[in-house]
């Protein structure tokens, strides 16, 4: 089936379609009727096949007060969609392209984008504050009383339809499922990323990850890949240990439990002095500091992934000198539109794995099982019709969050 015929008819106009608008912060979102309005120059309409609802919808649902808090406003930052239709000089994309929105900015042109490092765009992500990229707080979002809704981070997914400008969008294979596409727009990326790029972590290094989300994890499963010796996982959820196994932690902490030892102690004893590679992935600024202190002296570096903007961090000289290492790392210092291709590549994958079984002088059997290089089917925990988001957004999904029981959750547009 042509994937463009059913929609371009809109072309140029207003769409009218359903969207989850949060209205005021702490308050449970409210599915409306909205317009979404034609993409104007750089900026593409996407219609929205599968979102996710993760801690930032949830942080930035309840929040009411900072520099990017605004009301009414559509959440959802990770998505995958369509090209419905697109404005002028917009190049590489067309009607009907599979895309992954993706809140960091990759202008492609800047002095950062072009350079190999860093993933920094200059160009524009030291705006945090606009609804739209190229033209400050217009919004492509209008209720039905023809007043403005505010964008949220360049994304906006938790709509049927969105404008997202160039700078935010990768083109994808449509080989891909959508529901393992919709992971990379974010969290999975991170930790992916912050393992490959930031770190860059080497064959037979021992590493250690606080904190098992979407983030966590998916830092494992990057240092997995890269031939990690040692991959701690540490999370005060005990739940979270059965997910850690499967995506191939060697051995999982609990802090609460190690007695009046901190657990930097407990880290370096069973890294033999301290891991090559730590990662931050909470946002608790005291965490930040037990990863750094549970590196090696001489070569450790710590990774600071986890986001609290309120607080500051204490980290003690003395060990900055002996060489350890702590830098920060946004959406994994990857550069979307280059490597999260790279990422469906590794997925599409297949990989072989050998077993052999001996019996008693006689037989031996061999299994070969077919598998993704890259895992993302094992961060897919919960599914839920987007419909439903009124209904049990606070009361179901959020809660799963809240009690860490849920990796995102995914959100079907057109489930029934
Ligand atoms: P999540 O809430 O799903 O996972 C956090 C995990 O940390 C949970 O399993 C929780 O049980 C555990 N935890 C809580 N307190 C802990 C403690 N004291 N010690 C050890 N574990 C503890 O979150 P997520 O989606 O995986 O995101 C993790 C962090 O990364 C968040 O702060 C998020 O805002 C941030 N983030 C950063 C980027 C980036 O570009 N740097 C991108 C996405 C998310
Ligand atoms: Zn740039």
């Known amino acids: 089936m042509d994937k463009t015929s059913s929609f371009s008819s809109h072309e140029g106009k207003p769409i009218r379609c359903k969207a989850a608008i949060c209205r005021k912060a702490g308050e449970a979102l409210v599915i409306e009727e909205i317009h979404v309005y034609p993409p104007q120059a750089y900026e593409v309409r996407i219609k929205i096949i599968c979102t996710t609802l993760c801690h930032t919808d949830l942080a930035f649902s309840k929040y009411n007060s900072g520099p990017v808090v605004r009301f009414p406003r559509i959440l959802g930052h990770e998505a995958v969609g369509v090209v419905?239709?697109?404005?002028?000089?917009?190049?590489?994309?067309?009607?009907?392209?599979?895309?992954?929105?993706?809140?960091?900015?990759?202008?492609?042109?800047?002095?950062?984008?072009?350079?190999?490092?860093?993933?920094?765009c200059t160009r524009f992500a030291e705006d945090i504050v606009?609804?739209?990229?190229?033209?400050?707080?217009?919004?492509?979002?209008?209720?039905?009383?023809?007043?403005?809704?505010?964008?949220?981070?360049?994304?906006?997914?938790?709509?049927?339809?969105?404008?997202?400008?160039?700078?935010?969008?990768?083109?994808?294979?449509?080989?891909?499922?959508?529901?393992?596409?919709?992971?990379?727009?974010?969290?999975?990326?991170?930790?992916?990323?912050?393992?490959?790029?930031?770190?860059?972590?080497?064959?037979?290094?021992?590493?250690?990850?606080?904190?098992?989300?979407?983030?966590?994890?998916?830092?494992?499963?990057?240092?997995?890949?890269?031939?990690?010796?040692?991959?701690?996982?540490?999370?005060?959820?005990?739940?979270?240990?059965?997910?850690?196994?499967?995506?191939?932690?060697?051995?999982?902490?609990?802090?609460?439990?190690?007695?009046?030892?901190?657990?930097?102690?407990?880290?370096?004893?069973?890294?033999?002095?301290?891991?090559?590679?730590?990662?931050?992935?909470?946002?608790?600024?005291s965490v930040l500091s037990e990863a750094f202190i549970s590196t090696r002296t001489g070569t450790g570096k710590t990774v600071a992934l986890g986001i609290n903007p309120a607080a500051p961090t204490e980290l003690h000289s003395f060990d900055l000198f002996r060489g350890k290492h702590v830098c920060g790392s946004l959406f994994g210092g990857l550069k979307p539109k280059l490597d999260i291709p790279v990422l469906v590549d590794r997925y599409l994958k297949k990989v072989y794995y050998l077993f052999a079984y001996s019996f008693v002088n006689a037989y031996k059997l061999y299994f070969i099982s077919n598998l993704h290089e890259l895992n993302l089917d094992s961060f897919i925990t919960h599914e839920l019709k987007f419909e439903d988001i009124n209904k049990i957004l606070l009361l179901f999904a959020f809660d799963l969050l809240e009690k860490g029981k849920s990796l995102p959750c995914i959100l079907w547009m057109d489930k029934k």
């Open 130 to 285: 606009s609804n739209t990229r190229r033209y400050g707080m217009a919004s492509r979002f209008k209720d039905s009383m023809g007043e403005d809704i505010h964008h949220f981070f360049f994304v906006s997914s938790f709509s049927e339809y969105t404008v997202v400008d160039i700078a935010h969008l990768v083109k994808i294979s449509p080989e891909i499922p959508v529901d393992r596409a919709v992971l990379l727009s974010c969290g999975v990326s991170t930790g992916i990323g912050a393992a490959w790029k930031t770190a860059d972590i080497e064959e037979g290094s021992t590493v250690a990850v606080f904190g098992l989300g979407a983030v966590g994890l998916a830092v494992g499963e990057g240092a997995r890949l890269r031939g990690a010796a040692q991959i701690i996982g540490i999370d005060i959820n005990p739940d979270k240990f059965a997910l850690g196994k499967e995506f191939g932690f060697t051995d999982l902490v609990n802090p609460t439990l190690c007695g009046d030892k901190k657990i930097s102690e407990v880290i370096k004893k069973i890294a033999g002095g301290g891991v090559d590679y730590s990662f931050e992935c909470v946002g608790i600024t």
């Open 84 to 120: 419905e239709s697109i404005g002028e000089h917009v190049d590489g994309f067309k009607q009907g392209d599979v895309v992954l929105p993706v809140f960091h900015p990759h202008c492609e042109e800047c002095r950062d984008c072009k350079s190999s490092k860093g993933n920094w």
